[in-house]
Nanobody
Framework: QMTLVESGGGLVQAGGSLRLSCAAS?????????IAWWRQAPGKEREIVAA????????RYADSVKGRFTISRDNAKKAAYLQMYSLKPEDTAVYYC???????????????????WGQGTQVTVSS
C-alpha cells in the first residue's frame, strides 16, 4: 500500500505562483513509481498536468502548463512537487498526485495506469 498526501494549495492571484507537495508513505517503494499531478475543475473531467519517471530522468507536461509548471521529486524524502508559475484562473482546480508502478523513463499520461491517489488540494486562482 501507498498513501499520498498533497499540500500547498491555496488562493492566489493571477500571475502568482504556488508549490504543491506530495508526501508518500507506506510499504511500497516510492522510488519504483512514476508520479503524476492531475487536476479536476468543477464540472470537468480529471486531466493530466505533469508526470515524472521513477528516477526523475523523464518528465512530461500537458500543453496547457508547459513553460509554467515544473514537476520534480526527491526519492530520499519520498516526496514529489509541482512548482506552478504564472498561474491563470483556468488553473483553478483540485490537484491530485498519483503513483504508477513503472520502471522506465517515460511516465504515463493514462489515468488507469495510476494505482494510488491522494485526496487532493484545492488551488484557486483569482483574476
Amino acid at each position: 500500500q501507498m498513501t499520498l498526501v498533497e499540500s500547498g494549495g491555496g488562493l492566489v492571484q493571477a500571475g502568482g505562483s504556488l508549490r504543491l507537495s506530495c508526501a508518500a508513505s507506506g510499504r511500497r517503494a516510492f522510488s519504483s513509481f512514476a508520479i503524476a499531478w492531475w487536476r479536476q475543475a468543477p464540472g470537468k473531467e480529471r486531466e493530466i498536468v505533469a508526470a515524472i519517471s521513477w528516477s526523475g530522468g523523464g518528465t512530461r507536461y500537458a500543453d496547457s502548463v508547459k513553460g509554467r509548471f515544473t514537476i520534480s521529486r526527491d526519492n530520499a524524502k519520498k516526496a514529489a512537487y509541482l512548482q506552478m508559475y504564472s498561474l491563470k484562473p483556468e488553473d483553478t482546480a483540485v490537484y491530485y498526485c498519483a503513483a504508477d508502478y513503472r520502471l522506465n523513463q517515460i511516465p504515463s499520461f493514462t489515468r488507469d495506469d495510476y494505482e494510488y491517489w491522494g485526496q487532493g488540494t484545492q488551488v484557486t486562482v483569482s483574476s
